[in-house]
C-alpha cells in the first residue's frame, strides 16, 4: 500500500513521486526554445482560439494583480496585459528555459513594467496567502505531482472572491470522435515532436499524459473539494481541451 502511495504517473510510466517534477522539468527544457512552433502545429494553430475563450471568460480588468501558473513563455500574461494593460501579471514556472524563452519575445519587453517573471512549483507557491485576484494556468496542471495540493495552493494565494481558471486536454465525450482524436495524438504528435524539436520521446509523454488526466466531471470534483465555489466548466472543440472555473468566496 505504501509503494502504490508514494508512486505516480508519468505518461504511462509508473515512478516514485519524487522524481515527476524533475522528469517534467527535463521534458520542458528539451522543448523550450520551439515550444510555441509546437504548440501551433500539433494543434493547426487552435490553442490560440482556446487561450483566446480563456481569456474572454476571465475578463481581465485594469489594476488586478494575476498570476499565471505554468506560464513559461508568456502566452498567457500577454494575452492578460494585452486586454488589461494596467494590470499585473506574475508568470510562474519551474522550467528556467521556459521563462527565459518568455523574456525573449518582444511582448515582454513592451509589457517589462507589469510582469514578474518567478521560477518555482506550483505545489509550493512563493506567496503570501491572499495575494491574488485571479490564477491561470493553461496546459500545465496535469504535469503536477499532485493535483489536490497544487489547489489547495491556488486557493490559498487568491484573495477572497479571486477567480481560478484552468485551461487543459480534457476528453471527448463522443466516443468514435475520441479514437479519431486517439489516433492523431498517439500516430501524428509524436512524429511531429522528433521533425521540429528532435524530440519524440517528450510528446508520446504529452498524449499519455492527457489520457491519465481526469474527465471534466472528475476534475470539477477536485476544484470543489478544494474549496472553489460557483465552479463549471466549459468543452472547447468538442471536449479535446476544457475550460473549468471556480471562485474563493
Same mark, same amino acid.
Given at each position: 500500500?505504501?509503494? @502504490? #502511495?508514494?508512486?505516480?504517473?508519468?505518461?504511462?510510466?509508473?515512478?516514485?513521486?519524487?522524481l515527476?517534477?524533475?522528469?517534467?522539468?527535463?521534458?520542458?527544457?528539451?522543448?523550450?526554445?520551439?515550444?510555441?512552433?509546437?504548440?501551433?502545429?500539433?494543434?493547426?494553430?487552435?490553442?490560440?482560439?482556446?487561450?483566446?475563450?480563456?481569456?474572454?471568460?476571465?475578463?481581465?480588468?485594469?489594476?488586478?494583480?494575476?498570476?499565471?501558473?505554468?506560464?513559461g513563455?508568456?502566452?498567457?500574461?500577454?494575452?492578460?496585459?494585452?486586454?488589461?494593460?494596467r494590470?499585473?501579471?506574475?508568470?510562474?514556472?519551474?522550467?528556467?528555459?521556459?521563462?527565459?524563452?518568455?523574456?525573449?519575445?518582444?511582448?515582454?519587453?513592451?509589457?517589462?513594467?507589469?510582469?514578474?517573471?518567478?521560477?518555482?512549483?506550483?505545489?509550493?507557491?512563493?506567496?503570501?496567502?491572499?495575494s491574488?485576484?485571479?490564477?491561470?494556468?493553461?496546459?500545465?496542471?496535469?504535469?503536477?505531482?499532485? @493535483?489536490?495540493?497544487?489547489? /489547495?495552493?491556488?486557493?490559498?494565494?487568491?484573495?477572497?472572491?479571486?477567480r481560478?481558471?484552468?485551461?487543459?486536454?480534457?476528453?471527448?465525450?463522443?466516443? #468514435?470522435?475520441? /479514437?479519431?482524436?486517439?489516433?492523431?495524438?498517439?500516430?501524428?504528435?509524436?512524429?511531429?515532436?522528433?521533425?521540429?524539436?528532435?524530440?519524440?520521446?517528450?510528446?508520446?509523454?504529452?498524449?499519455?499524459?492527457?489520457?491519465?488526466?481526469?474527465?471534466?466531471?472528475?476534475?470539477?470534483?477536485?476544484?470543489?473539494?478544494?474549496?472553489?465555489?460557483?465552479?463549471?466548466?466549459?468543452?472547447?472543440?468538442?471536449?479535446?481541451a476544457?475550460?473549468? /472555473?471556480?471562485?474563493? @468566496?
Amino acid at each position: 500500500m505504501s509503494d @502504490i #502511495k508514494n508512486t505516480t504517473h508519468f505518461g504511462n510510466k509508473t515512478i516514485p513521486k519524487e522524481l515527476k517534477s524533475e522528469m517534467v522539468e527535463g521534458i520542458f527544457t528539451n522543448v523550450a526554445k520551439k515550444y510555441d512552433i509546437m504548440n501551433d502545429v500539433m494543434s493547426l494553430g487552435i490553442h490560440r482560439i482556446w487561450k483566446a475563450a480563456l481569456i474572454d471568460w476571465l475578463a481581465p480588468r485594469n489594476g488586478q494583480k494575476l498570476l499565471d501558473v505554468a506560464g513559461g513563455t508568456g502566452d498567457i500574461a500577454f494575452r492578460v496585459l494585452n486586454r488589461a494593460p494596467r494590470s499585473s501579471v506574475t508568470v510562474l514556472d519551474m522550467t528556467e528555459k521556459m521563462l527565459v524563452e518568455g523574456k525573449r519575445r518582444a511582448e515582454a519587453h513592451k509589457f517589462k513594467d507589469n510582469l514578474t517573471w518567478v521560477c518555482a512549483d506550483a505545489m509550493k507557491l512563493p506567496f503570501k496567502e491572499n495575494s491574488f485576484d485571479a490564477y491561470t494556468i493553461s496546459f500545465g496542471i496535469r504535469n503536477v505531482t499532485d @493535483i489536490k495540493v497544487a489547489l /489547495s495552493e491556488a486557493f490559498r494565494v487568491l484573495k477572497p472572491g479571486g477567480r481560478f481558471l484552468v485551461l487543459e486536454f480534457s476528453q471527448v465525450p463522443i466516443k #468514435k470522435l475520441q /479514437s479519431i482524436y486517439d489516433l492523431y495524438s498517439f500516430k501524428a504528435i509524436p512524429k511531429m515532436g522528433k521533425l521540429i524539436v528532435n524530440d519524440s520521446d517528450s510528446y508520446q509523454y504529452l498524449v499519455e499524459s492527457i489520457r491519465k488526466f481526469p474527465d471534466q466531471e472528475e476534475f470539477l470534483k477536485l476544484l470543489q473539494y478544494a474549496g472553489f465555489k460557483n465552479s463549471k466548466y466549459r468543452n472547447l472543440s468538442l471536449g479535446i481541451a476544457a475550460l473549468h /472555473s471556480g471562485w474563493k @468566496i
